[in-house]
């Protein structure tokens, strides 16, 4: 399997060996919903090696350590059961040591799927694959995604509490990491994470939201407008918003731009161009459905372009605002309150966590491009 890619389950039960050219741990989550635990009791390791439906498997002279899992027996307000490995010596990393998850069918030995996460560098734990309700079925996805403090570090954000401390100056590393959600307090202390629990979120540049409300996931479907006033002296501008698609590697998966109107069957639609501006709201706009996205997208990035050439200190009152695409509520702002002489602007990003939730990030920095194909590389460099 490549990153991000699925497969169906053929076996009712099934086990995930791991096999690295280091010591590792290798441990069992079982999440909800909200991609978080029920309680600690839902971490399946060496130490507490049995959960409803999970297994831990401990290593031997013939078989390499697994976590079993038995898809009936999985409660039913269990969504997924995350496959994660951890190195054995503290300051180690993976590079070079190519951890492999191989997913076999019990009853008969036969594989399933395997999966080597590619470009590991300062990893020391990672989340290695999912197996995942579809409705009635089960499937398995490979995830690949690094943590640099170990065990500690991705139970943690998962809702587990376990006595191993994590390292203060050792973030985790989701598929992006992504921008801080608050500027630091003037103690040093990390601010508490803007949610939209308090309701519409002002950004200012580098200011993030995570789009939860109330711990959860709040929103499928999405819509990014921006306005404009027209230029000074009343000439004309045609400013063009576009969104590129990219996977966990950074790499370009679509864009959708003037050219392009929609992507992934409509799960990201252009709603059409406007040439002039100063309609006196919104005046171009995307449309994304969260989760018609395929799995292999992990940020998407939204920029504009000036395609008439005019330079954004001539533009007046440019923003973007993100509203519910179902009732229309507004839910974050981002004015562009300072202006650089160029063509093309990043104005925001939103990073896929593994959690499910998506995280808005106010970029607001100036590119020299006329179009969409200029801000690949610029936007890819910022997530």
Not at 149 to 156: C, Y
Not at 229 to 244: E, T, V, Y
Not at 299 to 320: H, I, M, P
């Amino acid at each position: 399997m490549t990153q991000g890619a699925n497969a169906p389950l053929s076996a009712v039960r099934v086990s995930v060996e791991v096999t690295c050219r280091q010591r590792v741990d290798v441990s069992g989550l079982l999440l909800t919903r909200t991609g978080k635990v029920r309680s600690d009791a839902d971490l399946v390791f060496y130490n507490a090696p049995r959960a409803p439906g999970v297994t831990h498997r401990p290593a031997s002279a013939t078989v390499p350590a697994a976590v079993v899992i038995d898809t009936w027996s999985v409660p039913t307000d269990v969504t997924a059961v995350v496959v994660a490995v951890s190195l054995d010596d503290p300051a180690a990393t993976f590079a070079g040591s190519d951890p492999t998850a191989t997913v076999r069918d019990t009853a008969t030995d036969r594989v399933i799927a395997t999966f080597t996460p590619p470009r590991l560098t300062r990893e020391s734990a990672l989340l290695l694959v999912e197996v995942y309700r579809r409705g009635a079925d089960w499937k398995v996805r490979a995830v690949g995604q690094g943590y640099a403090d170990g065990l500690a570090g991705f139970a943690a954000d998962f809702g587990v509490s376990i006595s191993e401390p994590a390292p203060a100056a050792a973030p985790p590393m989701p598929a992006y990491p992504p921008a801080p959600t608050t500027p630091p307090a003037a103690n040093g202390t990390a601010a508490p994470r803007v949610t939209l629990d308090k309701g519409r979120v002002s950004l200012v540049k580098g200011g993030s939201v995570s789009l939860v409300k109330g711990g959860r996931p709040m929103l499928s479907s999405v819509r990014m407008a921006l306005g404009w006033q027209p230029a000074k002296h009343g000439r004309n501008i045609d400013l063009d918003a576009s969104c590129i698609a990219f996977d966990a590697r950074r790499e370009r998966l679509e864009t959708v731009w003037f050219m392009k109107l929609q992507v992934f069957n409509g799960a990201i639609q252009h709603t059409g161009d406007n040439l002039v501006g100063g309609g006196g709201g919104d005046d171009e706009a995307i449309d994304v459905h969260l989760e018609g996205l395929p799995s292999e997208v992990c940020g998407l990035v939204f920029v504009v372009n000036s395609f008439s050439g005019q330079r954004f200190t001539e533009v007046r009152d440019a923003y973007c605002r993100l509203l519910d695409a179902t009732s229309g509520e507004e839910l974050v702002r981002f004015d562009l309150t300072n202006a650089e002489p160029a063509t093309g602007v990043v104005m925001c990003k939103l990073v896929r966590q593994y959690s499910g939730e998506w995280v808005m990030t106010a970029l607001g920095e100036y590119v020299d491009a006329k179009t969409a194909r200029g801000m690949v590389k610029p936007s890819a460099a910022l997530l």
